[in-house]
């Protein structure tokens, strides 16, 4: 698992200091997004979701109610599965119309938070087919949600519980042109082991 993920640059944004990172494929630079405006972003789209799939649902509803589907209405009122079943259609074809949308174009959550959920390796996004197919497995995995706020808790930018995916910061010094800067702590650590005389007591040594 280790291997698909970029490791340190000794760098850090000029903007925001976090740590930049490289793909492991293509080589280039990158920071990812910090753990709370990701973990929002994330809860907007899941709003967003709720949302259109309701109103769809309601209106869906409403149809049946109404007899408005015409010999449809007569097998959903009679049928609980069948209503269910129509109802679950109508949840998974917004939720995976949605995770088309983020895939290939970022969903409102990435807008609002400045983000971009991509590939570690290269950088590229999901694109349309497997984003939607990403959107529909998240529905399955209710830890997904304990797994964003930890996440969140620890700093992390992880897109998800994928370990080929993370979220890049848009916003970030890197992606608006900056150069990127060496990491003082880095820097520090570096000297303190070619100093070591400076930061502890040497060995005796004498026999």
């Not at 049928?79 to 174009?105: D, H, K, Q």
């Not at 570690?120 to 990403?134: C, E, P």
């Given at each position: 698992m280790s291997s698909k993920h970029s490791?340190?640059?000794?760098?850090?944004?000029a903007a925001n200091g976090l740590p930049v990172r490289r793909h492991t494929e293509t080589g280039?630079?990158?920071?990812?997004?910090?753990?709370?405006?990701?973990?929002?972003?994330?809860?907007?789209?899941?709003?967003?979701?709720?949302?259109?799939?309701?109103?769809?649902?309601?209106?869906?509803?409403?149809?049946?109610?109404?007899?408005a589907l015409g010999s449809l209405s007569y097998t959903f009122s009679s049928s609980t599965g069948a209503f269910f079943g129509a109802v679950a259609a109508?949840?998974?074809?917004?939720l995976f119309?949605?995770?088309?949308?983020?895939?290939?174009f970022g969903g409102?959550?990435?807008?609002?938070?400045?983000m971009r959920g991509v590939r570690i390796t290269d950088g590229t996004t999901a694109g349309a087919w497997l984003g939607g197919w990403r959107a529909v497995c998240w529905s399955f995995a209710p830890l997904y949600a304990l797994l964003t706020v930890a996440a969140a808790l620890s700093g992390s930018g992880g897109d998800s519980f994928e370990a080929k995916f993370t979220a890049i910061d848009l916003r970030s010094?890197?992606?608006?042109?900056?150069?990127?800067?060496?990491?003082?702590?880095?820097a520090a650590e570096a000297e303190r082991q070619g100093l070591p005389k400076l930061y502890g007591r040497q060995p005796d040594a004498r026999p």
């Amino acid at each position: 698992m280790s291997s698909k993920h970029s490791q340190s640059t000794g760098l850090v944004d000029a903007a925001n200091g976090l740590p930049v990172r490289r793909h492991t494929e293509t080589g280039s630079y990158y920071v990812r997004k910090a753990g709370w405006p990701h973990f929002w972003g994330r809860v907007l789209d899941a709003l967003v979701v709720t949302a259109v799939a309701g109103v769809l649902i309601v209106v869906f509803n409403s149809l049946v109610q109404n007899y408005a589907l015409g010999s449809l209405s007569y097998t959903f009122s009679s049928s609980t599965g069948a209503f269910f079943g129509a109802v679950a259609a109508i949840w998974f074809l917004v939720l995976f119309g949605y995770g088309m949308i983020c895939g290939a174009f970022g969903g409102l959550g990435d807008a609002a938070s400045g983000m971009r959920g991509v590939r570690i390796t290269d950088g590229t996004t999901a694109g349309a087919w497997l984003g939607g197919w990403r959107a529909v497995c998240w529905s399955f995995a209710p830890l997904y949600a304990l797994l964003t706020v930890a996440a969140a808790l620890s700093g992390s930018g992880g897109d998800s519980f994928e370990a080929k995916f993370t979220a890049i910061d848009l916003r970030s010094g890197l992606a608006r042109g900056q150069q990127p800067v060496p990491d003082p702590k880095a820097a520090a650590e570096a000297e303190r082991q070619g100093l070591p005389k400076l930061y502890g007591r040497q060995p005796d040594a004498r026999p």
